[in-house]
DNA sequence: AAGGTAGCAGACAGGTCTGTCTGTCTTCAA
DNA sequence: TTGAAGACAGACAGACCTGTCTGCTACCTT
């Protein structure tokens, strides 16, 4: 219907699209390992040269992919918390409320980063990848915590890191999305002890 | 040099034995995915045969293997509290030491039921077992927290599970052991509150 | 002494996976 | 108008994986 007529990078771009889109749903759902190429051009309606083109490797769609993911949520988590909180105190607490927004969507099925690091050989894509991850939602909290005026901040992030990592592999794991708000009461009292009014 | 002469009861279960100790260390290490059959049966010293008739499948040594995982797990920490503490309070704190022991061992990857579940199919003998994990994970708080008189012992219970899976999620991706001292500093925090002297 | 049992070694079949390659078609640029 | 670029469809090679089967050997039981 909409048959709209496309210029030869518009296609690849397109295809590309089409590519990560699909590795995204079979990736995340199935797993890296279970899940082979054919399934994913097969998807995303592409042609399997297409996909070596665009990626090099079955490696190079899986760190696309995780990347996507690091991306997507780390652009998700600063919007929300912009959006429903004014001070970084009430952010350090909020993030556990927007992360538990996932926790009731269809599909959810625990970090994306811990699943692709099961199976994971050392020093592959998912490993790098996976430090880049860690990385972002130290600093998340350390940040937060430093504007906040804590007065260790390292420590308190790392709390607050093992409360995250902890909410998300309990809803998981148990398929018990209320996970969110026992890690959120849990955080509240941290983040209160260690920083003063 | 100990060439023991053995009965075939005990050749069999001899090369039952050297199976799973060698599927625990090749699943464990890389992943239940990426560990071949005849990786097992290499390092094990066994005919692919034998693995067959001891376990009629792949999915029945996985099934093996996370069994065995399970009821170690159980045991060290039942007989860890049991040797490390005397009440019931100190015990649910106690549980964070007992986890820690495991995070500066050598080769220590994670939660093996995580890892395993990464890339489980649905209703696959990975999932069954690490539910039955699961279970004994929350009557082990539970059962602690009511001993310790606990006014809501099931949602204590859910804030230590999730900090003892915090804690081995964050020791594992951020090879960082000290994931044991911030999990029982909370742990402690929520007991306190918890429970009244 | 003889048969049965069970592990060992390895070949084999059938399937799946990654990655490459060939050939065709469409679209843009010169 | 002609050539280059890139997507598409699909065959193909080479590797790997699970599971079965065939001999062979060693030991226990009868």
Request: glycine share 8%; proline share 4%.
């Amino acid at each position: 219907m909409s048959e709209k007529v496309l210029s030869p990078r518009e296609r690849s771009a397109a295809a590309r699209a089409r590519l990560l889109a699909a590795a995204d749903e079979l990736f995340y759902a199935e797993g890296v390992q279970s899940v082979g190429i054919d399934r994913v051009i097969e998807r995303a309606g592409v042609a399997k040269a297409t996909l070596y083109s665009a990626f090099g490797s079955k490696d190079g769609l899986v760190r696309a992919y995780l990347q996507a993911r690091h991306a997507a949520t780390a652009e998700r988590m600063a919007r929300e918390l912009e959006a429903r909180y004014d001070t970084p105190k009430e952010r350090l607490v909020g993030a556990f409320e927007v992360q538990g927004l996932s926790f009731t969507e269809p599909g959810f099925r625990g970090c994306a980063f811990v699943s692709a690091s099961a199976d994971a050989p050392p020093g592959g894509v998912v490993e790098q990848t996976a430090q880049d991850y860690r990385t972002w939602l130290h600093e998340l909290f350390f940040d937060l915590a430093q504007q906040a005026g804590a007065q260790d901040a390292k420590s308190l992030a790392q709390q607050l890191v093992l409360l995250y990592d902890g909410a998300g592999i309990s809803a998981w794991m148990d398929r018990n999305p209320s996970a969110e708000t026992a890690a959120r009461t849990m955080a509240a009292a941290v983040v209160d002890a260690a920083i003063p009014d």
